[in-house]
């Protein structure tokens, strides 16, 4: 169902100001050719506190049932030319005892992030904010607000990135709204 790709080059880190977890631009190789990927590289203890690569790919595959926009994603391999080929500050971020594919979503260019405070009659013209709020709740996703929108918008398009928060569901989950509080 998702494509894997094999990690070739570096090209950056995001900056911390845009997301806790600092993912990294990847030259990536694939059946289909060349594309730069943004990559989320989770740590050991990001990824026993919940199942984040499973709320990124389930996320993102539930945001097209819903005739939401959100970037193509992939499974994206580190081999060991690629491991090697990082700086030393960088490639101590990866735990070498977890080799498992990574998620990545095809890197947008020319976008600019959901500005807070967008009114409502512009907000409409890049997506319907119910079926947003429809989704959120759908996939119990807290982590879309005015703070952190998670939104990614083009010309005319908004793009939904960001669901590793999604489906950690419990017994406590059932009440609570979430997500697009923006
Ligand atoms: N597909 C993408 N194309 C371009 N930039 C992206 C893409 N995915 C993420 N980013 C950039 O990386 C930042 C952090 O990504 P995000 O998935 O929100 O991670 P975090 O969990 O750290 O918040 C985003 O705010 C955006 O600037
Ligand atoms: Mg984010």
New binding site residues.
């Given amino acids: 169902m998702f494509q894997t790709y094999q990690a070739r080059k570096l090209i950056r880190v995001?900056e911390a100001k845009?997301?806790?977890?600092?993912?990294w631009v990847i030259l990536c190789e694939g059946a289909n050719g060349w594309a730069e990927f943004?990559v989320?590289v989770f740590t050991e203890s990001h990824l026993s506190e919940k199942p984040r690569v499973h709320g990124e790919f389930a996320g993102s595959w539930l945001a097209t049932e819903f005739d939401l926009l959100t970037?193509e994603v992939a499974w994206v391999e580190f081999d060991q030319d690629f491991i090697q080929s990082l700086a030393p500050e960088l490639e101590q971020k990866l735990d070498f005892h977890d080799d498992r594919l990574k998620f990545g979503?095809?890197?947008?260019r020319n976008?600019q992030?959901f500005p807070p405070g967008l009114k409502h009659s512009q907000f409409k013209k890049y997506l319907p904010i119910d079926r947003l709020f429809a989704f959120d709740n759908f996939i119990r996703n807290p982590d879309r607000g005015s703070h952190?929108p998670?939104l990614?918008l083009t010309n005319s398009e908004a793009f939904l990135?960001?669901h590793?928060y999604a489906l950690d569901i419990d017994s406590g989950s059932r009440w609570n709204i979430v997500g697009s509080r923006i």
């Fill in positions: 995001i845009y997301g806790h977890t600092q993912p943004v989320k970037p979503s095809k890197a947008l976008f992030h952190k998670n990614l990135i960001d590793e």
